[in-house]
């Protein structure tokens, strides 16, 4: 199993996502951030897989619950919405700017890989695109981070008050 040598994963957390996921888990650096359920809803993923391959998305999202509520947002026209909001409000572009570097400087902090040095993730930062890796962002390094990740959270609500989306045992 692709699992991680942190000391905060432990069996039962590698066992509910790879039920959230339904696949086993690629290259985990650690738990990005707890469901209040107490499950992992995000994970922090090494930069390089396991296979070499180059990897983006730091914060990777994995409750089905919330990836759910995600995609119907973007069926919606959300990201549409914010990419307009985007192009037009110039303090927003400066917030979101930041919530880019944020996240290359916390990838860096796991590892460098040449090939996707400057590329963070969600189209940061000039558009907007997968609402998933905002909330991820957004969850894993905290409210006031990422603009666009805080709207999403809002929008969500609490996907996890009807109680976790797998069992660990599972």
Known sequence: MNSSNSPHITQPDID???A???REPRSIEDIGHRCPCGNPDVVTTKPRLENGTPFPTTFYLTCPRAAKRIGTLEQEGVMKEMEQRLASDPELAE???AAHEAYLSAREEIGHVD???GISAGG???RVKCLHV????ALAQGR?????????????GEWWASGPCVAADQ
Request: cysteine-free; charged content about 20%.
């Open 16 to 18: 509910a996502i790879q």
């Open 144 to 156: 006031g981070v990422n603009p666009f990740g805080d709207e999403v959270l809002d929008l969500l």
């Open 134 to 137: 905002h909330a991820g962002h």
């Open 124 to 126: 940061m930062p000039k």
């Open 20 to 22: 959230q996921l339904g």
């Open 115 to 117: 090939e996707i040095e």
């Open 95 to 97: 917030r979101y700017l």
